[in-house]
């Protein structure tokens, strides 16, 4: 007990002493016995003036001011994201242009809304007045359109509904005749006739657009729904006639759905369009017992459809990109289809008499008004479409974005919206939000260059230390060993390395790791090198000397002499490392020999960008990245290089 | 010095031994087996002039005569090693390895490794040539500038790009040059070695073969511009520092005589050695830079062969990687011992 506290106050003194030297720390004794000033020198000692020069260097500070600020939130940043996983990926959000305007209603319609509707990127909103506006990201990928550019012929117009696919908009004016536009490459919109015209053969793909809707038009007064799917889109007339175009190959049944022509309901999820058919009593896809249980809550027991109508007929559906929601006559609801099961919110329950006047869905989500007012949001929570906003009072009507829910009044004003906002990066070609890749794909690469350098400063130091102090024939064949790992060109062997690795069955971890274990073992040699100078020269110095001639232990001499002076050394050269191993970690990802997708690191992340047009039209997805590993990579080399030049005094002398 | 350099030569063998039998060994744990998938082939080929039973049989035979015609029917890694060297006989009792002059054979391309290697090196060696050059036209003369007027504003900001010059990695200056110099100024082609389906001959030839290759050029120089000019830098400044050049300017030398007679051959010291390191390394290719511009070098070959599988080009190109690397270490120690008389080579 007693030596442990002798210990304990050797350190704080031992520590004191490298602050403040040893002649300051004798005169604070000296003065402490006999409280009169002393004239002991006023010594500054190594350790403080080595940090009053670092101190100095204004750029090397800023750098590790920035280098500690990226660090904390690369490790500390992804607590705050507690929704991200690795493998999250979603096609309708594929290359998104940064922008945090997917929920700014435009300030002149959120006084005068009428409708409001989105599937992909971006969403279209329609006032009283007949007037569209589209707002989030509105340019499509690399088409060079943006949908936001809203034609002539519909701004002078007065529009009845609107309703948005993936990149395309389908407007129907008062007088019955449909208006699309946005992309029409794939079959989006535009009749048989018009493609004619224009010259083109005929895609035996594409389901084209009835020729009566853009010619005389419907009468308004009988649509009852007006819907957009993937690259598909659907008018449903109240006595079931049924108006479908679009790009076959997105939906498997669509041919069925054209030949049936009559529906009482119809919606469409990502891959199938759903209907309910005059019987209402299931969901129709053409394909027999696709969905054919329905469930009451998410992860909750299912029961056959048939059960659990028993006799009540649906009143409506309501799709989402992978499942279904059914309102029944009496306002109850169940679901079909693959609810989600990551950031999932549970289905509400209601209280006795409380039942749902109105459901809406977006892309994961869906949001239900009830008959007390209460609003609801449930389903997927990844891109927060489920944080609902709390002052709802007064809301009668429900409007469904993609990832976002709009309530109103009767007359149209805008009460709440919730849901995404945006991306601060945008997103990379699956979907995934850049911005959360990059706080955690950093915690990756910093994390793989550590290791790297922590194995590699294990192997160098003992090897440095051995072949140093002991010499002769362990010199020899210690620096013959390290000449070895020397020829060894580092990226060539990395990568067949990881090549082997990758023809082998190993988990992500392990590969992870044994990546760590190869970028170690392939840098010691530079380190074990200068370890091994620095302690040749220590070792014939004087403190040596005299340290032997007094007899203490050579294994005492070795770590309690020699180590701290060779240390400041080491720690500038494992700076450096650090830097050279995040590099190369991201050479090897970037080359698809590291680190593989899904799991981010700035490396791979950055693996996209391998050619001038992706480089050019997707710039968000290679410029954020490469800013935050270039701004640390420079941030620590030149804190090591100030660094370096503080601790060695001879360019401190000459500077 | 001849004692010297025959040590070393020594030493470098014994390396490259130990190297060749890591690699060997690595790459024996590739799960290809060519005489399985060669005699499958023939076999799949008769696969209608004969009975299923007789198939198997002939597989089995087939299957035995390639795997004695490869050297590879025995699990001994030591003497399929031996095999691959050429120091011990395959199963008729010939020796056919490296020593023999059979330096493998690409499947990927179904030619000897030599011919697949043969054009991507001249590529290469065509681009680093003049990557060299430019790099040192531009590196020496900043280095020795940086160093003459050392803590002025110039000298500060080249510090500071030179640092970013090698804190970026090879991948992201090629994008950003990409980005600028191609989707933005349109002023080079973004990839590529000539124009394609061109008949161009003599100088146009090359004009547009130079065109082609401007941007990867610029962005090596770029790459290699902050490493070498702070090496020059520091050397030139430590040679400033000598007691030789006080001398010099305290018998009234002019200034330029000082830098450029007296102080630069003191800095060429460990320049020299450098150079002569990076003259070795036009061989081995970058491998992202050729990648990124495709550019039909070695780097490119080497990933391209990752890819595919193509283990017998990787395995000689790596062998022929750690080859130059280790002639390299010994030429740099050799020409050190030749610039500087004070090194004590045969220590």
Redesign the interface.
């Known amino acids: 007990m007693s030596k442990q506290k002798n210990n304990s106050s050797q350190k704080t003194s031992w520590l004191k002493r490298l602050w403040k030297g040893g002649s300051n720390q004798m005169a604070d004794e000296l003065l402490n016995k006999d409280g009169t000033p002393n004239d002991a020198e006023a010594i500054v000692s190594p350790t403080r003036q080595i940090v009053n020069n670092f101190l100095e260097r204004k750029l090397a500070v800023g750098a590790l001011i920035v280098l500690i600020c990226m660090f904390i939130t690369m490790f500390v940043g992804p607590l705050f994201m507690p929704k991200y996983y690795d493998s999250y990926t979603e096609v309708t959000q594929k290359s998104i242009k940064p922008t945090m305007s997917m929920m700014s209603v435009p300030k002149e319609l959120q006084g005068d809304i009428k409708m409001i509707d989105g599937f992909g990127s971006f969403t279209v909103g329609l006032s009283n007045a007949g007037k569209v506006y589209v707002w989030g990201a509105t340019e499509l990928g690399t088409t060079g359109i943006d949908i936001a550019d809203i034609p002539e012929e519909v701004q002078n117009s007065k529009i009845h509904m609107v309703a948005a696919g993936i990149d395309h908009i389908v407007a129907i004016t008062e007088e019955g005749k449909v208006l699309c536009w946005g992309n029409s490459k794939l079959g989006q919109y535009g009749t048989e006739s018009e493609a004619k015209a224009r010259g083109e053969e005929l895609n035996p793909n594409i389901a084209y657009m009835p020729e009566i809707l853009a010619t005389s038009g419907i009468d308004v007064s009988r649509i009852k729904k007006l819907t957009c799917g993937y690259q598909c889109s659907a008018i449903l007339l109240d006595d079931g006639t049924m108006y479908l175009w679009g790009n076959k190959l997105t939906y498997a049944n669509i041919d069925l759905f054209l030949n049936v022509g009559v529906m009482y309901d119809m919606d469409f999820t990502l891959n199938y369009i759903v209907g309910i058919n005059g019987k209402r009593n299931a969901v129709f896809t053409g394909s027999r017992g696709l969905y054919d249980v329905v469930r009451t809550e998410i992860g909750g027991a299912s029961y056959p459809i048939k059960d659990f109508l028993n006799g009540r007929k649906i009143e409506s559906i309501v799709a989402t990109c992978s499942s279904m929601c059914l309102v029944l006559e009496d306002g109850s609801i169940c679901f079909a289809g693959d609810l989600p099961s990551t950031n999932a919110v549970q289905v509400p329950v209601l209280a006795a008499g409380e039942y749902f006047v109105d459901v809406v869905g977006g892309s994961y989500h869906y949001s239900g008004l009830t008959n007390l007012g209460n609003v609801y949001t449930w389903g997927s929570d990844t891109l927060d479409q489920c944080e609902v906003a709390d002052n709802l009072a007064g809301s009668t009507k429900l409007f469904g974005g993609a990832f976002q829910t709009y309530t109103t009044d009767d007359s149209g004003n805008l009460i709440a919206k919730w849901g995404l906002k945006g991306y601060l990066f945008g997103t990379d070609t699956s979907g995934a939000d850049i911005f959360q890749r990059i706080i955690n794909g950093g915690k990756m690469t910093m994390t793989v260059g550590a290791v790297a350098v922590i194995i590699s400063s294990l192997i160098g130091i003992i090897v440095g230390c051995v072949a140093g102090y002991f010499g002769g024939k362990v010199d020899i064949l210690l620096m013959r060993v390290a000449e070895i790992f020397n020829a060894i060109p580092f990226l060539p062997f990395a990568m067949i390395l990881s090549a082997i690795m990758g023809s082998m069955t190993l988990s992500e971890t392990t590969r992870i790791f044994i990546i760590m274990c190869i970028l170690g073992v392939l840098t010691w040699p530079g380190l074990a090198r200068l370890v091994r100078g620095q302690v040749l020269v220590a070792r014939e110095s004087e403190y040596v000397t005299a340290a032997k001639a007094m007899g203490v232990k050579e294994s005492v001499i070795a770590f309690k002499h020699i180590l701290p002076n060779v240390m400041s050394v080491i720690l500038v050269t494992l700076m450096l490392d650090f830097g050279t191993c995040m590099l190369t970690e991201s050479s090897l990802s970037y080359l698809g020999f590291g680190v593989q997708y899904p799991r981010p690191t700035w490396g791979n992340m950055l693996n996209g960008a391998n050619n001038a047009t992706i480089i050019n039209a997707y710039w968000w997805q290679w410029l954020f990245t490469a800013i935050f590993l270039a701004v640390t990579t420079i941030c620590i080399n030149i804190v090591g290089d100030a660094l370096r030049d503080v601790l060695d005094p001879k360019s401190s002398v000459d500077k | 010095m001849l004692k010297y350099s025959l040590k070393r030569l020594g030493?470098m063998a014994?390396?490259l031994v130990?190297?060749s039998v890591i690699m060997y060994m690595?790459?024996s744990?590739?799960?290809a087996n060519r005489a399985y998938s060669d005699a499958d082939a023939q076999v799949k080929a008769m696969k209608n002039t004969l009975p299923k039973d007789q198939l198997a049989d002939y597989f089995d035979k087939l299957y035995l005569e390639y795997q004695r015609k490869y050297g590879t029917d025995t699990n001994n890694k030591f003497i399929r090693y031996g095999r691959w060297v050429g120091i011990y006989p395959l199963y008729d009792g010939s020796y056919n390895g490296l020593l023999q002059g059979n330096l493998g054979y690409s499947y990927e391309y179904q030619k000897p490794v030599v011919e697949v290697v043969k054009q991507p090196m001249l590529n290469t060696i065509k681009i680093n040539i003049w990557a060299t050059i430019l790099a040192l036209g531009i590196t020496l003369p900043l280095g020795i500038y940086c160093a003459v007027k050392r803590g002025s504003k110039f000298d500060q900001g080249i510090q500071?790009m030179t640092?970013?010059g090698?804190?970026?990695?090879?991948?992201?200056i090629s994008?950003?040059f990409?980005?600028v110099f191609?989707?933005?100024l349109g002023i080079f082609p973004?990839?590529g070695m000539q124009t394609p389906g061109n008949t161009y001959v003599g100088f146009r030839k090359w004009l547009d073969e130079m065109y082609y290759l401007a941007l990867p050029l610029i962005v090596m120089t770029f790459c290699s511009l902050g490493g070498m000019t702070r090496y020059v830098r520091a050397s030139m400044i430590e040679a400033l520092?000598l007691d030789c050049i006080k001398t010099a300017r305290a018998k009234g030398l002019k200034e330029k005589a000082v830098i450029y007679s007296h102080a630069w051959r003191n800095a060429l010291i460990p320049i020299v050695t450098l150079v002569v390191g990076w003259f070795l390394g036009i061989f081995?290719g970058s491998?992202?830079i050729e990648?990124?511009f495709a550019l039909n070098g070695m780097g490119r070959l080497?990933?391209q062969s990752?890819?595919t599988?193509d283990y017998d080009v990787?395995l000689l190109?790596?062998m022929f990687?750690?080859a130059m690397?280790?002639i390299g270490?010994l030429v740099i120690d050799i020409i050190y011992g030749l610039v500087d008389p004070r090194v004590r080579v045969s220590k």
Do not use: D, H
């Not at chain 2, 090698?166 to 992201?172: C, K, M, V």
């Open positions: 030493y014994v390396v130990i190297l690595i790459y744990l590739v799960p500071v640092i970013v090698y804190s970026l990695p090879t991948f992201l994008i950003l990409i980005w191609c989707s933005k973004p990839s520092s081995g491998l992202v990648s990124m080497m990933i990752l890819r599988a990787v190109m790596q990687y750690v690397a280790l270490n």
